[in-house]
């Protein structure tokens, strides 16, 4: 059976259009309640900046896959759907029986998860929102993201490859999730980094999926994206509304979570090097998590002290503008994924 490719076309409009119509009322809402940056030491802005993005990327995201899932379920209550041929998920019609089949299907075997996601992602917002209003402790942050992550591994989303013990499961889950969280929240330094990079993450993650049958994690991936992409023209070139650490946490904990759904190794698609795929699609934002943690230990630094020696911070150095460093970064990080698709 194969999945109609306009499904996913419909969850990367409508969590685009989402975002965008979302973010214009966070905004306004983020200046009414004083959620916003100020302009001081190492800051370009001059004037107040909203911390909106991440409460519209959760908009863009949580409300069209609520409203599906209520209308899937919704059209099937009372009785099992009757099982599609394959004429009927195949046909290129809209939304047939058998996507329907497959939808419901899904989502009656994954609601655990899925409500687990959409709650750990709630959980890593408002996390960040009260940092960026509240200026949390480093200790008291990161004891808040190990918690949200060990909720949500411990609702099934878990790493299972090569690792034969369940108690590795949890305990490489949470640490996977707590670096990727990091590293996005310490990209997001130039207008449209941290948001860009993870637009392009989720197209990755999405296509991968789609390509392999796993629909559902692929109609996730696929809102992230444009979730992702509903909130980009706000932040970049110029930025009218930021992520904040509400958002860059969001952004990382939703990476973090699409590179774990995948199978990558299948036995119709095995790929012994199939553990290389997360680390290819996110390579950008963990060398340079890695880079600037060793700098900063090699110069005696707190790691969470933030600087300027961040890849983005040497392309200007080298000469670019920020808009162009921020470019080629996200070039970098395409072509970095592309290799993925190889075989």
């Known amino acids: 059976m194969t999945f109609p490719y306009n499904v996913y076309l419909a969850a990367v409009v409508g969590s685009f259009l ?5 973010l214009p009322l966070w905004v306004r809402w983020c200046l009414r309640i004083g959620l916003v940056d100020d302009p001081g030491h190492r800051k370009i802005h001059d004037q107040p900046v909203p911390l909106a993005g991440g409460l519209a990327v959760m908009t863009g995201l949580a409300l069209p896959t609520l409203i599906a899932a209520l209308v899937i379920w919704g059209k099937h209550s009372g009785a099992a759907p009757p099982l599609p041929d394959a004429a009927s998920v195949d046909s290129p019609s809209g939304l047939d ?9 899904g989502l009656n075997k994954r609601i655990v998860q899925l409500a687990g996601i959409l709650l750990g992602g709630l959980g890593m917002l408002l996390l960040g929102v009260w940092d960026d209003k509240t200026e949390l402790r480093p200790a008291a942050k990161f004891a808040g993201q190990a918690l949200i992550a060990a ?5 099934g989303v878990r790493i299972t490859l090569f690792l034969p013990n369940p108690l590795l499961h949890y305990v490489v889950t949470i640490l996977w999730i707590l670096t990727v969280i990091n590293a996005f929240n310490f990209m997001d330094n130039m207008n449209g980094l941290c948001a860009g990079l993870g637009a392009i993450g989720a197209w990755f993650f999405a296509s991968l999926a789609a390509a392999n049958g796993q629909y559902l994690v692929a109609l996730l991936a696929f809102g992230t994206f444009g979730a992702l992409l509903g909130f980009l023209p706000y932040n970049f070139p110029q930025a009218r509304a930021f992520l904040g650490d509400a958002g860059s946490h969001l952004v990382g904990y939703l990476l973090a979570i699409l590179a774990i759904l995948p199978h ?7 790929r012994p090097l199939a553990v290389l795929i997360p680390l290819l699609v996110l390579a950008v934002p963990l060398f340079d998590l890695a880079w600037v943690v060793l700098l900063r230990w090699r110069n005696g630094r707190p790691f969470y002290i933030g600087d300027t020696n961040h890849l983005s911070h040497r392309l200007v150095r080298l000469g670019l503008t920020r808009t162009r460093a921020v470019i080629v970064i996200w070039i970098i990080a395409a072509t970095l994924g592309a290799l993925s698709y190889l075989p």
């Open 18 to 22: 989402t975002a965008a119509v979302a």
């Open 151 to 155: 909720f949500v591994a411990a609702c």
């Open 97 to 105: 029986l058998g996507a329907w089949f497959l939808l419901n299907y």
């Open 264 to 270: 990558f190794h299948t036995p119709e698609n095995p």
